[in-house]
T-cell receptor, first 112, second 119 residues
Framework: DAKTTQPNSMESNEEEPVHLPCNHSTISGTDYIHWYRQLPSQGPEYVIHGLTSNVNNRMASLAIAEDRKSSTLILHRATLRDAAVYYCILRGSGGATNKLIFGTGTLLAVQP | GAVVSQHPSWVICKSGTSVKIECRSLDFQATTMFWYRQFPKQSLMLMATSNEGSKATYEQGVEKDKFLINHASLTLSTLTVTSAHPEDSSFYIC???????????????FGNGTRLTVT
């Protein structure tokens, strides 16, 4: 499975933007980049996903490098409720590679 | 939005007994469900992939006779931990994907997990 590398932890201040990086240098042409987050004692929650172009939704934006070897999840204004572990995951299109394999993620702390 | 309900949210059982955990997709049909386990301060570990109407596919190292998975309908999958032992104590989480062929990259919807404690 193609792997991703994320910082173990990051800190942000409330109301400020947060840029969460993810490296995936071995990404294949058909791998989608997915982001999920997990709040304490809850199941993960889908955030956003993309293939080549940048993506925006109500939760966040996803900026994908032109060579697709890295991406950045952008939270435009962090709130205390955004404190969570954020997982960047590569997901293939085929049956066997369609599974979501979680890495260690980035623990985001948001300071008031 | 799509909702996945998991029941129970927590359970305590004695060593040697079996525990069943249910995972339901409430407002969509889930052809594929995934079962994960998470130990404290660790990431989620995929245990098995459950497809409606067929046998589950287990990840390497996961005992299929210990963790019985049944995906009998498009809205329900169950995980039974048989002959539970204290080392099976963990946070079990299910997820579901809507749609069939062509929806492989649809987002997964997760339940809120079941915390199992085996005494």
């Amino acid at each position: 499975d193609a792997k991703t590398t994320q910082p173990n932890s990051m800190e942000s201040n409330e109301e400020e933007p947060v840029h969460l990086p993810c490296n995936h240098s071995t990404i294949s042409g058909t791998d989608y980049i997915h982001w999920y987050r997990q709040l304490p004692s809850q199941g993960p929650e889908y955030v956003i996903h993309g293939l080549t172009s940048n993506v925006n939704n109500r939760m966040a934006s996803l900026a994908i490098a032109e060579d697709r070897k890295s991406s950045t999840l952008i939270l435009h204004r962090a709130t205390l409720r955004d404190a969570a572990v954020y997982y960047c995951i590569l997901r293939g299109s085929g049956g066997a590679t369609n599974k979501l394999i979680f890495g260690t993620g980035t623990l985001l702390a948001v300071q008031p | 939005g799509a909702v996945v309900s998991q029941h129970p949210s927590w359970v305590i059982c004695k060593s040697g007994t079996s525990v069943k955990i249910e995972c339901r997709s409430l407002d969509f049909q889930a052809t594929t469900m995934f079962w994960y386990r998470q130990f404290p301060k660790q990431s989620l570990m995929l245990m098995a992939t459950s497809n409606e109407g067929s046998k589950a596919t287990y990840e390497q190292g996961v005992e299929k006779d210990k963790f019985l998975i049944n995906h009998a309908s498009l809205t329900l999958s169950t995980l039974t931990v048989t002959s539970a032992h204290p080392e099976d104590s963990s946070f079990y989480i299910c997820s579901a994907r809507a749609g069939g062929i062509g929806s492989y990259n649809s987002p997964l919807h997760f339940g809120n997990g079941t915390r199992l404690t085996v005494t």
